[in-house]
């Protein structure tokens, strides 16, 4: 099971890349970039958390997982 301190890396990492590519997105859709800034940035929030929550409840789960005395 990954560490708290590794869950947090991956999801700053997953919403840094998703922050980027939300404000292109947005931008290109509204052609503001405050407009596009601020969705994105409501939307890191959001994703930050959210994606936390899932890996740690994920992570408690054992459907699916190998173990080595079941190979």
Known sequence: MDTPRR????????????????????YALTGSVGVAGGFALINAGLGLVSYAAHERVWARIAWGRRTAAGL
Not at 13 to 24: I, S
Request: charged content about 10%; proline content about 0%; glycine content about 10%.
């Open 7 to 26: 869950t947090a890396a991956k999801a700053l990492t997953w919403q840094a890349l998703g922050l980027l590519m939300l404000r292109l997105v947005g």
